[in-house]
């Protein structure tokens, strides 16, 4: 059988998906990715449309739709705060009818499934740093609820296809990533600081800033997902996925000033609701099943995406949401 697989990547045109996208149109596959660009820009993947073993289809994962392929990678869902909660049962929605749909197509197609979920399924943790074992600590009616519970329920829908049915489900727990690509106006803590150094604007950190952070580098995610998609057969995790060192965010703020050479101010905001106060995974599991570690220090994934943040226009993006 040919090493070349037929792969869908739901959520491919966003900040991760268009990364794992492009690793794999270079491994030779074919690759179908799916997106309603809710939260990202067709320009993330329009290289790729040059590609003979690429194919891009606008479509919402809240609907079904049925391709036949060999792997799936179900990313489709807002990542970030502002986003998913612009619209909070939508969100729900994409992921708990996301998953359905992937997996009953999977399920017709005989095709292996990777959910890609999320440290957010921990909630603000009472364990630290978190386990797979452990089981969360959500606000199942907080703020942040329609993300952490449609990703909790899309990790059971796994875990139920797997059981009754026999499938072959992978799922990884993302904590925060960075990198080139990021949505400049996503409101996320990496883009929020970065824009708004470079742009001489003031740094707006939520809180006193003492709350953590593990931030990994985008590369190193993306090569922790293809390993586990392709890992060892038994193994359905779920498996961390994440950078273990821990960065208050007041440290974020400095790191980033220092790097960009900024002269903005640091002012302080409220904190939001149910704000996890620290987070770090612990990824012995994945160092053992998958004999992966990321291997890219915050300061140095820095550099790189401060690098691509000042090739880019701000003018070009439009903020997905006013939430940012
Ligand atoms: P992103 O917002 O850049 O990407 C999400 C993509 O999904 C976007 O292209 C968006 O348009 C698309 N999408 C949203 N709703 C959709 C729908 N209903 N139908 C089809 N497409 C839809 O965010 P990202 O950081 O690339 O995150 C990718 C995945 O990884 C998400 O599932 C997210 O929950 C997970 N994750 C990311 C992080 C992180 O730090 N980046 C952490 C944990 C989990
Ligand atoms: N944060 C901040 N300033 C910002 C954006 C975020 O201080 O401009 C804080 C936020 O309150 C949280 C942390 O940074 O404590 C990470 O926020 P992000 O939205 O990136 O991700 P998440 O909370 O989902 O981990």
């Known amino acids: 059988m040919s090493a070349l697989k037929r792969i869908l990547v739901t959520g491919g045109a966003g900040f991760l998906g268009s990364h794992l996208c492009e690793r794999l149109v270079k491994e030779g596959h074919d690759v179908i990715?799916?997106?309603?660009?809710?939260?990202?820009?067709?320009?993330?993947?329009?290289?790729?449309l040059e590609c003979r073993n690429f194919e891009l289809i606008r479509h919402?994962?809240?609907?079904?739709?049925?391709?036949?392929?060999?792997?799936?990678?179900?990313?489709?869902?807002?990542?970030?705060?502002?986003?998913?909660?612009?619209?909070?049962?939508?969100?729900?929605?994409?992921?708990?009818?996301?998953?359905?749909?992937?997996?009953?197509?999977?399920?017709?197609c005989r095709a292996r499934v990777l959910q890609a979920s999320t440290s957010e399924v921990y909630g603000d943790p009472e364990v630290h740093p978190q386990q797979e074992s452990y089981r969360g600590s959500v606000n199942p009616i907080g703020p942040r609820a329609c993300y952490d519970e449609g990703k909790r329920v899309a990790e059971s829908l796994c875990a139920d296809y797997h059981r009754m049915h026999g499938m072959d489900v992978r799922i990884v727990r993302i904590f925060n990533t960075y990198g080139p690509r990021m949505h400049p106006f996503d409101g996320r803590v990496v883009s929020n600081f970065i824009r708004q150094a470079l742009l001489g604007e003031d740094i707006t950190i939520f809180g006193e800033g003492h709350q953590t952070r593990s931030f990994c580098y985008r590369d190193d995610?993306?090569?922790?997902?293809?390993?586990?998609?392709?890992?060892?057969?038994?193994?359905?995790?779920?498996?961390?996925?994440?950078?273990?060192?821990?960065?208050?965010?007041k440290e974020l703020a400095e790191l980033v000033l220092e790097i960009t050479e900024s002269r903005s101010n640091i002012v302080h905001q409220p904190l939001p609701q149910d704000d996890p106060t620290r987070r770090r995974p612990d990824i012995r599991l994945a160092k053992q099943r998958l004999g992966w570690e990321p291997k890219v220090p915050l300061r140095d994934g820095l550099q790189k995406t401060i690098g691509w943040f000042r090739?880019?226009?701000?003018?070009?993006?439009?903020?997905?949401?006013?939430?940012?």
């Not at 996301?98 to 017709?108: Q, S, W």
């Not at 038994?234 to 996925?241: K, L």
């Open 33 to 48: 990715c799916l997106d309603n660009f809710f939260t990202s820009q067709k320009r993330n993947v329009s290289p790729l």
């Open 60 to 108: 919402d994962i809240v609907q079904p739709i049925w391709l036949e392929v060999d792997q799936i990678y179900n990313l489709a869902c807002p990542a970030a705060p502002g986003h998913y909660q612009y619209n909070p049962i939508k969100t729900t929605k994409t992921s708990v009818l996301g998953a359905i749909n992937v997996l009953g197509m999977a399920k017709r």
């Open 221 to 249: 995610l993306v090569e922790g997902m293809i390993r586990m998609m392709n890992g060892p057969a038994e193994f359905q995790g779920p498996v961390n996925i994440g950078n273990p060192g821990e960065f208050t965010i």
């Open 311 to 324: 090739t880019i226009d701000f003018e070009q993006y439009r903020p997905p949401t006013p939430n940012f």
